[in-house]
């Protein structure tokens, strides 16, 4: 059975009418673009043709000219450039008739009905799958969920858009300010102790950047830029909404155990931003007690996240269906493993028998493994190896991995697992034995100098 949210329904509607409206406009403007373009092109042609009857009449001139005038062997040097391009142009002595195609007009009423007419039938249809899939008997608060379905048709606008613009395009704008007047709407009827109006900002707001790990504009590795820190704070309060709040839905809850992973390794790449630029923040990030604190958040969530996984049996699901999904997790789990140890260095902690050492020694032994159930990297791979490569070379062997592999080999003696090949090979450029002694000691020298004094003085 479908439910139907009383008022709502016709509330929804009405933004429905404003996509529509939105849609129709830009459909009739890219028309009215290539209207434009085609009157320029005949335009142009129209004096090409022009051109060459001038030359053509020209040519005849020269022709009778060459009857009665010009000695054999003789040379007019204006004459020959002239024929010359006359030939090149293909001319036959000849004026050359030139057909007007059929005109188009910029005021079309029977194109601006019929693409009218398909837009509305073809949103309509998007929005009729939206009600059937969010609209069920299992599914809660259907107040809410009548403005989540028409910010589902919203979103796919600005989700196909976004495969060529930037999320800020000022094309992609108007959307958004109606996706986010759905979103101001729609939630109003969502309890507060449920999270799942976090579950609808990460789909609307931050997917279109975490997808491809996209920044603000104007935001580069060496600049300080507010929207950046403002965006990053956006990723952290829909990470501990989902969190510290239960998910009602169960269709949402599953929506939160997909997408949690990809709101991580976007945060967890990017927080070196709230130090004031990515570039060389690393070292003043471990120092920062409230990014340290987060890290180890971020660290217990994705424990409980795979917890949760493995309970609900949705793992199975994931590993078959969407293995980048295992594969993004464990990848970012590793890389917070990675800063956590560096950050025990800094802060004179470090033992090898710390429970973060110890957990992280068992993610590279699952991470380089051959066994699918440990390696999820492995899985991945057979799906897209490309994008499995590109995970796995960045957790296991980027700057931080050599630190780590640092950390357990060389100081803690511990064995660590030979590079089989699995994902990438060494064609590949696979960097097989990690940052050198010497390198690692170099570039995290300031977060080692605990461990380096205490070596020299022995």
């Known amino acids: ?57 020209i040519g005849g001139v020269f022709s ?22 006359y030939a090149f142009m293909g001319g036959q002595g000849h004026p050359i008739a030139f057909e007007d195609p059929p005109p188009l007009f910029f005021l079309n009423q029977t194109f601006f009905k019929q693409s009218s007419l398909l837009i509305i039938f073809l949103i309509s249809v998007v929005y009729g799958l939206q009600r059937t899939e969010w609209m069920g008997n299992e599914n809660t608060h259907y107040k809410a969920k009548e403005y989540y379905v028409v910010g589902q048709v919203v979103f796919l606008h600005r989700k196909v858009m976004a495969l060529a613009l930037h999320p800020e395009n000022i094309l992609i704008r108007p959307y958004t300010v109606v996706q986010e007047a759905i979103y101001s709407r729609g939630v109003r009827y969502l309890p507060e102790e449920d999270g799942e109006r976090f579950v609808w900002k990460n789909q609307w707001f931050l997917y279109l950047y975490s997808r491809k790990l996209v920044r603000p504009k104007g935001v580069g590795d060496n600049t300080i830029e507010p929207q950046m820190v403002q965006l990053l704070d956006r990723y952290w309060e829909t990470m501990e909404g989902m969190e510290t709040h239960g998910i009602a839905d169960p269709e949402m809850k599953k929506r939160y155990a997909f997408g949690f992973p990809v709101l991580a390794t976007y945060y967890a790449l990017y927080q070196g931003h709230y130090t004031g630029a990515l570039m060389n923040s ?12 987060r890290n180890y958040r971020i660290l217990h969530w994705l424990d409980q996240l795979e917890g949760s996984w493995k309970q609900s049996g949705l793992l199975s699901e994931i590993v078959k269906t969407y293995p980048n999904i295992a594969a993004i997790h464990q990848g970012t789990t590793l890389d917070v493993l990675q800063d956590v140890s560096l950050t025990i260095v800094l802060k004179g902690e470090f033992s090898c028998d710390h429970s973060m050492i110890e957990r992280l020694h068992q993610e590279y032994i699952n991470a380089m493994s051959d066994d699918p159930s440990k390696n999820y990297f492995l ?54 034995k990690f940052y050198s002694k010497k390198r690692v000691e170099f570039v995290f020298r300031e977060e080692l100098k605990p461990l380096l004094m205490s070596s020299e003085k022995q």
Request: glycine residues 10%; proline residues 2%; aromatic residues 14%.
């Open 64 to 85: 009778s000219v060459d009857e009665g005038g010009y000695q054999a062997g003789s040379v007019n040097p204006s004459r020959s450039f002239v024929v010359l391009v």
């Open 379 to 432: 899985l991945y791979s057979k799906k897209n190896m490309r994008q499995a490569k590109v995970l796995y070379q960045s957790s296991v062997y980027g700057a931080r991995g050599g630190a780590a592999n640092y950390l357990l080999s060389h100081i803690c003696g511990k064995k660590m697992p030979n590079e089989k090949f699995n994902i990438s090979s060494p064609k590949d450029g696979l960097l097989t």
């Open 282 to 293: 690393g070292k003043i990030l471990r120092k920062t007690d409230f990014l340290i604190g």
């Open 1 to 57: 059975m479908m439910h139907l949210g009383g008022f709502h329904f016709f509330s929804g509607i009405l933004f429905l009418a404003c996509c529509m409206a939105l849609t129709s406009f830009y459909v009739y403007a890219a028309y009215v673009i290539c209207v434009a373009c085609r009157k320029t092109y005949v335009e142009i042609k129209r004096r090409f043709y022009d051109f060459r009857n001038y030359l053509g009449t």
